[in-house]
């Protein structure tokens, strides 16, 4: 059998909220075989509140495998994006006022994903393997070139929360002993120190620091094979 749906991924404020949903706006697929939903190109849109859709033009967002939205923090409207290609894919900036689609990484090879912005909206942190090494990077998202290492081990791993203070980076770990964990990357000082933030035998992840910093939300399965979310204070754990 099969439904007849979008595939859609929101990144929001109170301003409205920005989507990433097929070119063909409906098609159909198994309900058992999601990589439909993983190789179809798809239009970025902005949407408000009453569902209302308006397609960011060409210049700025040409049709692409997208994966993940993350809405700049400071009023420029800007959206960067993991664009998918092949086994990797690259971080773009998506520029609507300006109609610019800006490459922020270079090497697709590299599976750079996830990106964050920071709370000033200079910084895009982001995921990158290289040399066998899964790695926290950021660049500066008004001048793309040379990228800073934050972090790195042998574990995958992806950025979730940038504190608004700017002091700390709440990361994803895949770990083979406890699952997902959250961790927490002190952004300050040399060299810069990872702890483990939550980590338990459960699978958190999409963790979410509060606007004030002072709360975290994730998702857990603590409570059984329901995903539920969760909220503790932040940065004491």
């Given at each position: 059998s099969s439904i007849r749906t979008y595939s859609v991924e929101m990144t929001g404020t109170s301003r409205g909220t920005a989507l990433a949903m097929p070119a063909t706006r409906s098609f159909e697929f198994d309900v058992l075989d999601r990589r439909a939903l993983q190789d179809y190109a798809r239009q970025l849109a902005w949407a408000d509140r009453m569902g209302q859709t308006v397609e960011i033009p060409q210049g700025a967002a040409p049709r692409r495998k997208y994966r993940g939205l993350a809405l700049a923090p400071d009023s420029s409207g800007r959206i960067a994006v993991h664009s998918h290609?092949?086994?990797g894919g690259d971080i773009f900036v998506v520029d609507p006022k300006g109609n610019a689609f800006v490459r922020i990484t270079q090497d697709a090879?590299?599976?750079n994903s996830s990106p964050v912005w920071s709370p000033?909206?200079?910084w895009i942190a982001y995921a990158s393997l290289q040399k066998g090494k899964w790695g926290l990077y950021r660049?500066?998202?008004h001048?793309?070139?040379?990228e800073e290492l934050l972090w790195?081990?042998?574990l995958p791993k992806a950025p979730m929360s940038w504190s608004p203070d700017g002091k700390r980076l709440v990361f994803w770990v895949q770990d083979p002993q406890t699952g997902g964990d959250l961790w927490m990357l002190e952004l300050e000082?040399?060299?810069k120190k990872a702890t483990p933030f939550i980590n338990t035998m459960y699978n958190e992840t999409h963790g979410q620091i509060s606007p004030d910093g002072k709360w975290i939300a994730y998702v857990s399965n603590?409570?059984?094979n329901r995903r539920e979310i969760f909220v503790r204070p932040f940065p004491a754990g």
């Open positions: 290609d092949g086994a090879s590299r599976d000033d909206g200079k660049m500066d998202s001048a793309p070139g040379a790195e081990s042998d000082g040399s060299p603590a409570t059984g």
